[in-house]
């Protein structure tokens, strides 16, 4: 190596040092904001999906804020409690939702008094990440494909249970869906989050799940359960080998999970546009980044405009399918 290829790999290194030294920097505050702790509620029980992607950033979080992030877990009535908590909370920014479209906009169709209202009561921060619904047994399971299970519930209706994180959920409606319009009937399972439900999958007291790939992907790399369909449009990383309901020739069947965050109605622009910035930059770190797409998702670090026409376009869809569905919760 000569002496200037040698000064010039000596300058890249510096160079990205300090790239990586300026990226680790917490953003500068905005008026003294934060100078506290953030405090996230998760709607669900630990173990699910909304719980993974709540912790995937507030693992690193703390880098780009300065301030420690503390996640607190508050289920209950298809995630409305948590959900209630957040739209009744201070609008400072320092309590944060992270909702999903089963939350959002799901239950406001299914509940007659969720306790809040999706488009008025928050204030969207961020997209977290999309992410398909998966069909998946327990890894010891007989069911070998999604053929296999369609021909079982056509042979024995009723007789296969699936298991789902609740009554209304995404979850749910995707089970609706395969018996009313293609014919894949079963017996519903629902239970009080992902967790709970996917116990009982591996221990096979439920036929099958009906679950974000959130919920399930670092289980399927593991090989303890196995995935027989996705609801994707296409085949997408840890699920690549899965094939999708649409490519099998299952109709209607293109559904995505989100998780994102949401500040109660009232924070104030500045600072829903600092936690945007800080929780973008921490969704692309390459470290959060490999954590959301080994879980089965895809990053989607969206505006809050962004995120806001997305929920309102998820709320006018899944109402009419939660019509379809007869589903009701009181």
């Not at 619904?133 to 519930?153: E, G, M, N, Q």
């Not at 449009?233 to 109709?251: N, Q, S």
């Amino acid at each position: 190596m000569t002496r200037i290829a040698s000064l010039k790999k000596v300058l890249a290194s510096t160079l990205v040092g300090l790239v990586s030294l300026a990226a680790a920097e917490p953003l500068a505050k905005r008026n003294g904001f934060p100078d506290q702790p953030i405090r996230f509620i998760s709607p669900f029980p630990p173990g699910g999906g909304n719980d993974a992607s709540t912790r995937w950033v507030t693992a690193r979080l703390t880098d780009a804020t300065g301030q420690p992030s503390v996640v607190e877990n508050r289920g209950g009535a298809g995630g409305n409690i948590g959900a209630r908590a957040v739209a009744e909370a201070k609008p400072d920014g320092y309590t944060l939702l992270t909702g999903q479209v089963s939350l959002l906009a799901v239950n406001p169709s299914l509940y007659k008094s969720p306790g809040f209202d999706s488009l008025k009561s928050f204030v969207p921060v961020t997209q977290i990440n999309a992410a398909p619904i998966a069909i998946v047994v327990a890894a010891s399971s007989p069911i070998k494909s999604f053929a296999d299970l369609a021909a079982r519930t056509k042979s024995d209706p009723g007789k296969i249970t699936f298991a789902t994180p609740g009554n209304g959920t995404l979850s749910h409606l995707v089970g609706v869906v395969l018996a009313k319009e293609n014919g894949v009937s079963m017996t519903h399972v629902p239970y009080k989050g992902a967790g709970p439900a996917l116990n009982d999958l591996l221990g096979q007291q439920v036929d099958v799940m009906i679950t974000s790939t959130s919920s399930v992907g670092s289980m399927i790399q593991a090989g303890q359960i196995r995935a027989l369909a996705v609801t994707s449009p296409r085949r997408i990383g840890v699920f690549a080998k899965v094939p999708t309901l649409e490519e099998m020739g299952y109709r209607d069947t293109h559904f995505e999970d989100w998780y994102g965050f949401f500040a109660p109605a009232g924070t104030s622009p500045e600072r829903v546009a600092y936690l945007n910035e800080s929780i973008v930059r921490t969704l692309r770190t390459p470290e959060v980044t490999r954590m959301v797409v080994e879980g089965g998702s895809e990053v989607v670090a969206s505006t809050p405009e962004a995120f806001a026409a997305q929920l309102r376009q998820d709320v006018e869809r899944w109402s009419k399918l939660v019509k379809l569905s007869g589903a009701k919760v009181d």
